[in-house]
């Protein structure tokens, strides 16, 4: 079977921004990646020997000058050097332990240096989708043109409605050439008002980019990301769970010297968050994340939080991101009404909202790591505001749930 990735940015951009932090801050620590699939998917029989063929072709993929050039151009918070590296990385299948049960269910562990390993999450998540949509026949029945007017209509509601809005779909995108359309016609729409018969020629919405490098390069628009839950995961080893956000949060500053400032805050929920969430740091990041619970709660939360740190809200950035569709972005922009800057990262609505197509419910996610390799391994969890999302050792997760439940001192 040909390749299905055959970009070396056909990745995430947080993928690269979260790998320069650990180069800069833990460049000896070694971790173990697990994938998880919520809906206890049945694979065929064979799956598992398809994906490691799929993944055994990721060591030709290397990046390359036109890559590079564009990440120069408008990643310019990564050094010179870090672009040298890029060069000289290559995928280790290595890393991998692919498996599949008797019954079908999938296995994959990744375990190795932390800058090594932190490539794979976007490759195999999305080879893992493409290759189930392929089983089903969603990609056999695709109709090129109907979905390319829905993706019309979805990107012309979302930007009349006034929505600020990006693609955050690779992980769980039907297939790659589905991804590709999505980002082309996103563009055109936004680059095109009067086409598209915007008022005045005019949106009130507007287009903010991409996730994927590889399309956002393709496609001459921006890419989207700065960090993700793994960076507080792996920092509670170090820090313990009442300060890895601040440690984070100082080291993710001095590391960009200020940019990238959209902090991820949820890995261990809002309470221990906010709890220390220090004016100098408020003032530093340009805003937050908000990948859990009810976004009308957290969008209280914060605003309330900025204010008793007698900053004005409506000066800050938050971006919702928490498995949304374009209904329910009008909501929470209604909902926040101007007291924030609100931004919106769609993904699964845009990438795999497809006539026919169920989308898959798969991640990688950090379960064990240590500093160095002289170190003992330890447990990495994530709790987020809703306990549904919460992965990795039971009596660990009990443990930091008893602790930070409400009424806990922090």
Same mark, same amino acid.
């Given at each position: 079977m040909e390749p299905i990735i055959r970009h070396f940015t056909d990745n995430d951009l947080y993928t690269f921004t979260c790998q320069y932090y650990i180069l800069e801050t833990y460049p000896r620590a070694e971790v173990e990646y697990t994938f998880y699939d919520r809906n206890r998917q049945v694979y065929p029989e064979g799956f598992a020997d398809l994906l490691r063929e799929q993944l055994d072709h990721m060591k030709e993929v290397v990046i390359t000058d036109e890559e590079i050039e564009f990440m120069k151009r408008r990643c310019i918070y990564l050094p010179l050097w870090y672009f040298t590296f890029l060069r000289g990385y290559r995928f280790n299948p290595g890393e991998l332990t692919i498996s599949q049960d008797a019954e079908g269910h999938l296995s994959i562990s990744v375990r190795g240096k932390w800058f090594s390993t932190i490539m794979w999450e976007m490759p195999i998540l999305s080879?893992?989708?493409?290759?189930?949509?392929?089983? $089903?026949?969603?990609? *056999?029945? +695709? %109709?090129?043109?109907?979905?390319?007017?829905?993706?019309?209509? #979805?990107?012309?509601?979302? /930007?009349?409605?006034?929505?600020?809005?990006?693609?955050?779909?690779?992980?769980?995108?039907?297939?790659?050439?589905?991804?590709?359309?999505?980002? $082309?016609?996103?563009? *055109?729409? +936004? %680059?095109?008002?009067?086409?598209?018969?915007?008022?005045?020629? #005019?949106?009130?919405?507007? /287009?903010?980019?991409?996730?994927?490098?590889?399309?956002?390069?393709?496609?001459?628009?921006?890419?989207?990301?700065?960090?993700?839950?793994?960076?507080i995961s792996f920092e509670e080893l170090v820090s313990g769970v009442f300060e890895c956000n601040f440690a984070v949060m100082k080291k993710f500053s001095d590391v960009y010297d200020g940019d990238n400032g959209i902090y991820l805050y949820d890995c261990f929920g809002d309470e221990v968050f906010f709890s220390n969430l220090s004016k100098r740091m408020a003032m530093m990041y340009k805003g937050l994340r908000v990948d859990s619970g009810s976004e009308e709660e957290q969008t209280e939360k914060i605003i309330a939080k900025y204010i008793s740190l007698g900053i004005d809200p409506a000066t800050k950035q938050v971006c919702f991101s928490n498995g949304l569709d374009i209904d329910r972005a009008v909501e929470i922009h209604?909902?926040?009404?101007?007291?924030?800057?609100?931004?919106?990262?769609?993904?699964?609505?845009?990438?795999?909202?497809?006539?026919?197509?169920?989308?898959?419910?798969?991640?990688?996610?950090?379960?064990?790591?240590?500093?160095?390799?002289?170190?003992?391994?330890?447990?990495?969890?994530?709790?987020?505001?809703?306990?549904?999302?919460?992965?990795?050792?039971?009596?660990?997760?009990?443990?930091?749930?008893?602790?930070?439940?409400?009424?806990?001192?922090?």
């Amino acid at each position: 079977m040909e390749p299905i990735i055959r970009h070396f940015t056909d990745n995430d951009l947080y993928t690269f921004t979260c790998q320069y932090y650990i180069l800069e801050t833990y460049p000896r620590a070694e971790v173990e990646y697990t994938f998880y699939d919520r809906n206890r998917q049945v694979y065929p029989e064979g799956f598992a020997d398809l994906l490691r063929e799929q993944l055994d072709h990721m060591k030709e993929v290397v990046i390359t000058d036109e890559e590079i050039e564009f990440m120069k151009r408008r990643c310019i918070y990564l050094p010179l050097w870090y672009f040298t590296f890029l060069r000289g990385y290559r995928f280790n299948p290595g890393e991998l332990t692919i498996s599949q049960d008797a019954e079908g269910h999938l296995s994959i562990s990744v375990r190795g240096k932390w800058f090594s390993t932190i490539m794979w999450e976007m490759p195999i998540l999305s080879c893992i989708s493409e290759l189930m949509h392929l089983h $089903r026949g969603d990609i *056999d029945r +695709y %109709d090129a043109a109907l979905e390319e007017k829905r993706a019309v209509e #979805k990107s012309v509601r979302i /930007f009349s409605e006034g929505l600020t809005l990006g693609d955050m779909g690779t992980r769980r995108r039907m297939s790659f050439a589905h991804h590709d359309m999505v980002v $082309r016609v996103m563009k *055109d729409v +936004y %680059d095109n008002p009067e086409k598209y018969g915007a008022p005045q020629g #005019k949106w009130p919405g507007r /287009f903010t980019g991409t996730s994927n490098v590889w399309l956002a390069l393709k496609h001459d628009c921006s890419p989207l990301g700065t960090m993700s839950h793994q960076l507080i995961s792996f920092e509670e080893l170090v820090s313990g769970v009442f300060e890895c956000n601040f440690a984070v949060m100082k080291k993710f500053s001095d590391v960009y010297d200020g940019d990238n400032g959209i902090y991820l805050y949820d890995c261990f929920g809002d309470e221990v968050f906010f709890s220390n969430l220090s004016k100098r740091m408020a003032m530093m990041y340009k805003g937050l994340r908000v990948d859990s619970g009810s976004e009308e709660e957290q969008t209280e939360k914060i605003i309330a939080k900025y204010i008793s740190l007698g900053i004005d809200p409506a000066t800050k950035q938050v971006c919702f991101s928490n498995g949304l569709d374009i209904d329910r972005a009008v909501e929470i922009h209604k909902y926040v009404n101007g007291r924030l800057q609100d931004s919106y990262g769609v993904g699964t609505f845009l990438t795999c909202d497809v006539v026919g197509c169920e989308p898959m419910n798969i991640v990688v996610k950090l379960t064990r790591g240590r500093i160095t390799e002289r170190r003992r391994w330890n447990d990495c969890v994530k709790l987020s505001c809703n306990l549904s999302k919460t992965l990795g050792d039971e009596s660990k997760c009990n443990y930091l749930i008893n602790l930070l439940k409400p009424g806990a001192k922090v």
